[in-house]
């Protein structure tokens, strides 16, 4: 153990070892393994048009999925991001029916998702309560407001231009959304892994008492975190509001908690502190084969998300499991 | 009947009957430390001893002891000569031991009553809770104890001296022949300590055998009717307090060679930094005011409760005052949080390393760079390479010994967390330093290197504040002592006055 040069290493394990032996990679090999399934029970499932068709599955909550991933890194979380959806399309619906063009029904989109998050990030940080209690409150709060404007109506007639968000195709079977899910995805890797305000969300989610003592404004990123998922909630709310092109109160409902369980699945630890974009991508791809491969066999919606919820526990158990039983 | 041991020859004045309770030899390690080493102690009907000792020399480890929440290493217990075992709190509580700690841990949604007699209520039919009993037995103790409180209402109802009222009555409501007492008048106003006074004298007069702990030299000369006194969890000196005086249990307290562990440092105070002037809060402390220079290291001594840590977290940002005003070389500056008093050149050292020091859970060169990033990025963007070099600056002029800089914080000792901590803010080029504990916990080893280490940051300009409760680390270390009592500073001692003696007598105000 004595060495006479005593200067420390940078690291001990490089980072692509890191990285081979982490969770990402097994998820990966999962997303491979239902790849290779779906090929084989279906002989519609290597269509470049319904692989292209199938990444709708995923790409609207996948973008939600991104900003929760740093919310819950950083020890919150969200529950009122389907709400919010329902909110800001119910608002975008009024503002059609007021003759708003598609610039203006953006903004109201985008409006709407970033006060709802303020309003959660404001209730969080300023007055300390406890993001679960709060998102649950707002959650009802959001889209009960939805409903009173609707009831049993719809909102309808969103112009031409509008509905290309949702059913625009940027390049052959490449559609619009799945290149902003890509742009994004890549915009929240560079947030949390490339700069200081990711270091502080990670910080943030293993210690908040010690990121404060270490100078870090805490309620402040944590208050921008909020202000992020709300604003994803609003992109979503564009983007599922344009390809089905019309509101109506139900829209979206229990996606808050497909999100999360995205986010988990891509290996962020729901107690905060780890995870990574990557992994939450790998997730968004595995889940949307998943509910893909299931349609195209023509099982029912709820086998569907008892599949999903069986996935989340088997990938999320396994690795406990393997531990558990090679120590004894 | 009970073989006598070496040490416990009973002191002088102690000729009436055989003890009660008795430690003989005992010994308890912790982790890196050792607590207790063969101590003995004895406890005697209708007498009251008072154990007296510095912050950390043994006593609540003693207490936990005798009360069977901690095990010893060695040594016997023995309960009217014979040996005995308190496996768990029960255990002892069924021998007859009970103990009014510290911090008493209460139930505030429950009544009165189920608050006395919690784990222990009479029971009634089918095994169920006799309701009616536990309220009337409830209400004889709290009479005996000449408290009038109503043992229907909720805890919550109750103000901080009727809690602790409750607390007493919780204690003596197992049939008691021993009874710890663990700085039972810290909380109290003056009228309440009297009345607790004439408690004890009545638990005297009924046989009871009492440890008396407190650090207020009045307090004990008025009730004890013996003392113990332990250092660094040794026994120094027992015997009957007529015996003593209190110049004398100071001076078993303390009395140890302070000079020569501690570097050698010729301090050349300059220009003032950090001046602090009526500082305030409204139940911590009040009108704290003092100005400090570069390459001035200033102690503050006091003991648990003074007031020190929190009025260091408040200059840090953490807590708000509610008066007081700070400068920064001359310039009057706002601190509303610690990222504000980090902008301001202030960084803390705090106490409690795992939760508020160090995030464990990362790595070494991502604690000490983390309040530096915003200086060593590009637009906000991260440069690992130059994140490797800040904190490999910082951590070789401490002397850290890691297996890498990517280790978590968590897996080193404590000693080398404290160095990951204190390299976080030289990182970030303060004005002013300050240390709470600094080391606390810290092998001896570390220990020296930390203190070679503060003396060097003086010499090179760095204002250093370091608040301790080890009298020989104040000492060794300080320029300059601020003595905290109760909130508010009593003292401040300079060249000659700083003796051992002088700091235990303004921090225990005698």
């Given at each position: 153990?004595?060495?006479?040069d005593?200067?420390?290493?940078?690291?001990?394990r490089?980072?692509?070892?890191?990285?081979?032996?982490?969770?990402?990679?097994?998820?990966?090999?999962v997303?491979?393994?239902i790849f290779v399934?779906?090929?084989?029970?279906?002989?519609?499932f290597?269509?470049?048009?319904?692989?292209?068709?199938?990444?709708?599955?995923?790409?609207e909550?996948?973008?939600i999925?991104?900003?929760?991933?740093?919310?819950?890194?950083?020890?919150?979380?969200?529950?009122?991001v389907?709400?919010?959806?329902?909110?800001?399309?119910t608002?975008?619906?009024?503002?059609v029916?007021?003759?708003?063009g598609?610039?203006?029904?953006?903004l109201?989109?985008?409006?709407?998702?970033?006060l709802?998050?303020a309003?959660?990030?404001?209730?969080?940080?300023?007055f300390?309560?406890?993001?679960?209690?709060?998102?649950i409150?707002?959650?009802?709060?959001?889209?009960?407001?939805?409903?009173?404007?609707?009831?049993?109506?719809?909102?309808?007639?969103?112009?031409?231009?509008?509905?290309?968000?949702?059913?625009?195709y940027?390049?052959?079977?490449?559609?619009?959304?799945?290149?902003l899910?890509?742009?994004?995805?890549?915009?929240?890797?560079?947030?949390l892994?490339?700069t200081?305000f990711g270091?502080a969300v990670y910080?943030?989610g293993?210690?908040?008492?010690?990121?404060?003592?270490?100078?870090?404004?805490?309620?402040?990123i944590?208050?921008?975190l909020?202000?992020?998922?709300?604003?994803?909630?609003?992109?979503?709310?564009?983007?599922?509001t344009?390809?089905?092109?019309?509101?109506?109160?139900?829209?979206?409902?229990g996606?808050?908690?497909e999100?999360?369980?995205?986010?988990?699945?891509?290996?962020?630890?729901?107690l905060g502190?780890?995870?990574?974009?990557?992994?939450?991508?790998?997730?968004?791809?595995?889940?949307g084969?998943?509910?893909?491969?299931?349609?195209?066999l023509?099982v029912p919606?709820?086998?569907?998300s008892?599949?999903?919820g069986a996935?989340?526990i088997?990938v999320?158990?396994?690795?406990?499991?393997?531990?558990?039983?090679?120590?004894? | 009947?009970?073989?006598?041991?070496?040490?416990p020859?009973p002191?002088?004045?102690?000729?009436?009957?055989?003890?009660?309770?008795?430690?003989?030899?005992?010994?308890?390690?912790?982790?890196?430390?050792?607590?207790?080493?063969?101590?003995?102690?004895a406890?005697?009907?209708?007498?009251?001893?008072?154990?007296?000792g510095?912050n950390?020399?043994?006593?609540?480890?003693?207490v936990?002891?005798?009360?069977?929440?901690?095990q010893?290493?060695?040594?016997?217990i023995?309960?009217?000569g014979?040996?005995?075992?308190?496996p768990?709190?029960?255990?002892?509580a069924?021998?007859?031991?009970t103990a009014?700690?510290?911090?008493?841990?209460?139930f505030d949604?429950?009544?009165v009553?189920?608050?006395i007699?919690?784990?222990?209520?009479?029971?009634?039919?089918?095994?169920?809770?006799d309701?009616?009993?536990?309220?009337?037995?409830?209400?004889g103790?709290?009479d005996?104890?000449?408290?009038?409180?109503d043992?229907?209402?909720k805890?919550?109802d109750?103000?901080?001296?009727?809690?602790?009222?409750?607390a007493?009555?919780?204690?003596?409501s197992?049939?008691?022949?021993?009874?710890?007492?663990?700085?039972?008048?810290?909380?109290?106003?003056?009228?309440?300590?009297?009345e607790?006074?004439?408690?004890?004298?009545?638990?005297?007069?009924?046989?009871?055998a009492i440890?008396?702990?407190s650090?207020?030299?009045?307090?004990?000369?008025?009730?004890?009717?013996?003392?113990?006194?332990f250092?660094d969890?040794?026994?120094i000196?027992?015997?009957s307090i007529g015996?003593v005086?209190?110049?004398?249990?100071?001076?078993?307290?303390?009395?140890r060679?302070v000079s020569?562990i501690?570097?050698?440092?010729?301090?050349r105070?300059?220009?003032?930094?950090?001046?602090?002037?009526?500082?305030a809060?409204?139940t911590e402390?009040?009108?704290?005011?003092?100005?400090?220079?570069?390459?001035e290291?200033l102690?503050?001594?006091?003991?648990?409760g003074?007031?020190?840590?929190?009025?260091?977290q408040?200059?840090?940002?953490?807590?708000?005052?509610?008066?007081?005003?700070?400068?920064?070389?001359?310039?009057?500056?706002?601190?509303a949080?610690?990222?504000?008093a980090v902008?301001?050149?202030?960084?803390?050292?705090?106490e409690?390393?795992?939760?508020?020091?160090?995030?464990?859970?990362?790595?070494?060169?991502?604690?000490?760079?983390?309040?530096?990033?915003g200086r060593?990025?590009?637009?906000?963007?991260?440069?690992?390479?130059?994140?490797?070099?800040?904190?490999?600056e910082?951590?070789?002029?401490l002397?850290?010994?890691?297996a890498?800089l990517?280790?978590?914080?968590?897996?080193?000792?404590?000693?080398n967390q404290?160095?990951?901590?204190?390299?976080?803010?030289l990182?970030?080029?303060?004005?002013?330093?300050?240390?709470?504990?600094?080391?606390?916990?810290?092998?001896?080893?570390?220990?020296?290197?930390?203190?070679?280490f503060?003396a060097?940051?003086?010499?090179?300009g760095l204002a250093?504040?370091?608040?301790?409760s080890e009298?020989p680390?104040?000492l060794?270390?300080?320029?300059?002592?601020?003595?905290m009592?109760?909130?508010r500073?009593?003292?401040?001692?300079a060249g000659?006055?700083?003796t051992?003696e002088?700091?235990?007598r303004?921090?225990?105000g005698?």
């Amino acid at each position: 153990m004595s060495t006479t040069d005593r200067a420390i290493p940078d690291r001990l394990r490089s980072p692509l070892e890191q990285r081979l032996k982490s969770w990402e990679t097994l998820l990966l090999a999962v997303a491979v393994a239902i790849f290779v399934a779906n090929s084989f029970a279906s002989p519609y499932f290597l269509n470049a048009w319904n692989l292209s068709d199938a990444t709708f599955n995923f790409t609207e909550k996948a973008m939600i999925a991104f900003a929760m991933a740093l919310l819950i890194i950083s020890g919150e979380i969200d529950l009122s991001v389907a709400s919010i959806i329902a909110l800001a399309s119910t608002a975008m619906g009024a503002a059609v029916q007021m003759g708003v063009g598609t610039p203006g029904l953006v903004l109201v989109g985008l409006g709407v998702g970033l006060l709802c998050g303020a309003f959660n990030g404001v209730l969080v940080t300023r007055f300390g309560l406890p993001s679960i209690v709060v998102t649950i409150g707002t959650m009802s709060l959001f889209r009960g407001i939805s409903f009173i404007v609707l009831g049993d109506q719809a909102f309808r007639g969103y112009p031409a231009s509008f509905s290309w968000f949702g059913q625009g195709y940027v390049w052959w079977v490449i559609s619009f959304e799945f290149v902003l899910f890509g742009v994004i995805a890549v915009i929240y890797g560079i947030l949390l892994h490339k700069t200081n305000f990711g270091r502080a969300v990670y910080a943030i989610g293993n210690n908040p008492t010690g990121a404060m003592f270490s100078g870090i404004r805490v309620q402040r990123i944590k208050f921008i975190l909020f202000l992020l998922t709300g604003l994803m909630s609003g992109v979503a709310a564009i983007c599922l509001t344009a390809r089905l092109g019309s509101t109506r109160p139900s829209i979206a409902t229990g996606w808050e908690l497909e999100v999360v369980t995205m986010v988990v699945l891509g290996g962020v630890s729901i107690l905060g502190g780890s995870g990574t974009i990557v992994g939450v991508v790998i997730a968004a791809f595995v889940m949307g084969l998943v509910t893909f491969g299931l349609g195209l066999l023509n099982v029912p919606g709820i086998v569907m998300s008892i599949v999903v919820g069986a996935l989340l526990i088997g990938v999320i158990a396994l690795p406990r499991l393997w531990t558990m039983w090679r120590t004894g | 009947m009970l073989k006598q041991t070496d040490r416990p020859v009973p002191p002088s004045g102690l000729t009436d009957g055989p003890a009660v309770l008795a430690l003989d030899g005992i010994t308890k390690t912790f982790p890196g430390v050792k607590a207790l080493s063969d101590v003995s102690l004895a406890l005697y009907p209708g007498k009251v001893t008072a154990l007296v000792g510095e912050n950390g020399a043994g006593k609540s480890t003693v207490v936990k002891i005798l009360t069977g929440i901690y095990q010893p290493d060695g040594g016997a217990i023995l309960m009217d000569g014979q040996r005995a075992a308190f496996p768990a709190p029960q255990a002892a509580a069924r021998s007859g031991v009970t103990a009014i700690h510290q911090e008493t841990v209460l139930f505030d949604e429950l009544s009165v009553a189920e608050n006395i007699f919690l784990g222990h209520a009479p029971r009634g039919a089918f095994g169920l809770i006799d309701r009616k009993a536990m309220v009337a037995q409830a209400r004889g103790i709290l009479d005996g104890i000449g408290a009038q409180i109503d043992p229907d209402h909720k805890l919550k109802d109750l103000g901080i001296a009727n809690k602790h009222l409750v607390a007493i009555a919780r204690a003596l409501s197992i049939d008691a022949r021993v009874v710890i007492m663990d700085e039972p008048t810290a909380a109290l106003s003056h009228k309440e300590i009297e009345e607790l006074y004439e408690l004890v004298e009545s638990l005297k007069a009924q046989g009871k055998a009492i440890l008396f702990i407190s650090h207020k030299f009045d307090e004990i000369f008025r009730i004890a009717d013996n003392y113990t006194v332990f250092r660094d969890g040794q026994l120094i000196g027992d015997g009957s307090i007529g015996d003593v005086t209190e110049a004398d249990l100071v001076k078993m307290m303390v009395g140890r060679d302070v000079s020569q562990i501690f570097p050698k440092r010729t301090s050349r105070p300059g220009a003032p930094v950090l001046t602090v002037t009526g500082y305030a809060h409204p139940t911590e402390f009040e009108d704290i005011g003092f100005t400090l220079r570069t390459g001035e290291i200033l102690g503050f001594y006091g003991l648990v409760g003074a007031g020190r840590s929190e009025f260091m977290q408040s200059l840090f940002g953490i807590t708000r005052p509610s008066a007081g005003s700070v400068e920064i070389d001359g310039v009057a500056v706002h601190i509303a949080s610690p990222a504000d008093a980090v902008e301001n050149g202030i960084v803390y050292v705090p106490e409690d390393r795992g939760r508020q020091g160090a995030i464990l859970d990362l790595p070494i060169f991502q604690n000490v760079t983390l309040p530096s990033l915003g200086r060593i990025s590009g637009r906000g963007f991260m440069r690992l390479a130059e994140e490797f070099k800040l904190a490999r600056e910082y951590t070789e002029r401490l002397d850290l010994r890691a297996a890498s800089l990517d280790t978590h914080v968590g897996n080193l000792s404590g000693g080398n967390q404290q160095k990951v901590v204190i390299a976080k803010w030289l990182a970030t080029q303060p004005k002013v330093i300050i240390l709470d504990e600094p080391t606390k916990g810290v092998d001896i080893g570390s220990k020296a290197a930390v203190h070679a280490f503060m003396a060097e940051l003086a010499a090179q300009g760095l204002a250093v504040v370091m608040v301790s409760s080890e009298i020989p680390e104040v000492l060794g270390m300080s320029d300059r002592v601020i003595v905290m009592r109760e909130g508010r500073i009593v003292a401040e001692l300079a060249g000659p006055e700083m003796t051992p003696e002088t700091l235990v007598r303004h921090a225990a105000g005698i």
